[in-house]
């Protein structure tokens, strides 16, 4: 009997070991499947993350454009008017009271926002 017992040992010692080596084939198997598919969460959160930042940038741009119209579009408009109050005060210079009273009469949206520092100011006061 001990023969049959050592016998019945051994196949259940090899079947544990089997069934360990298969366990461990497995566990390997779920952790290389677990890895892979965190790295693909990440890779796809990256893309997500670049588009996010693309679309970021792009809104950034037509704002930073949108400004530059406007600027540029201010920029014209005082020109238009300084230019308008060298015609008021060239036309003041002779004396013509109607001129006088136009240029009084425009200064303040003439002038709107300079101070009496800016070089546009003393410019155009020396005209």
Same mark, same amino acid.
């Given at each position: 009997m001990? @023969? #049959?017992?050592n016998? %019945?040992?051994?196949?259940?010692? $090899?079947?544990l070991e089997?069934?360990?080596?298969?366990?461990? &084939?497995?566990l390997? @198997?779920l952790?290389?499947?677990?890895?892979?598919?965190?790295?693909?969460?990440v890779?796809?959160?990256? @893309? @997500? %993350?670049?588009?996010? #930042?693309r679309?970021?940038?792009?809104?950034?741009?037509?704002? =930073?454009?949108?400004q530059r119209? $406007?600027?540029?579009?201010? %920029?014209? =408009?005082? =020109?238009e008017?300084?230019?308008a109050? $060298?015609?008021v005060? &060239?036309?003041?210079v002779?004396?013509n009271?109607?001129? #006088?009273?136009?240029y009084k009469?425009h200064? *303040?949206? =003439?002038?709107?926002g300079?101070?009496?520092?800016d *070089?546009?100011? &003393? $410019?155009?006061?020396?005209?």
């Amino acid at each position: 009997m001990t @023969a #049959l017992q050592n016998a %019945g040992i051994e196949d259940t010692r $090899r079947a544990l070991e089997s069934a360990a080596a298969q366990h461990e &084939v497995a566990l390997k @198997a779920l952790k290389d499947k677990m890895l892979k598919e965190q790295e693909e969460a990440v890779e796809r959160e990256h @893309a @997500a %993350g670049l588009v996010k #930042l693309r679309e970021a940038s792009e809104r950034y741009e037509q704002q =930073l454009t949108m400004q530059r119209m $406007r600027l540029v579009s201010d %920029g014209d =408009l005082r =020109l238009e008017q300084l230019e308008a109050s $060298r015609c008021v005060c &060239v036309s003041a210079v002779c004396n013509n009271t109607d001129c #006088l009273n136009a240029y009084k009469d425009h200064w *303040p949206e =003439l002038f709107s926002g300079l101070s009496r520092n800016d *070089p546009l100011f &003393v $410019r155009k006061r020396r005209v």
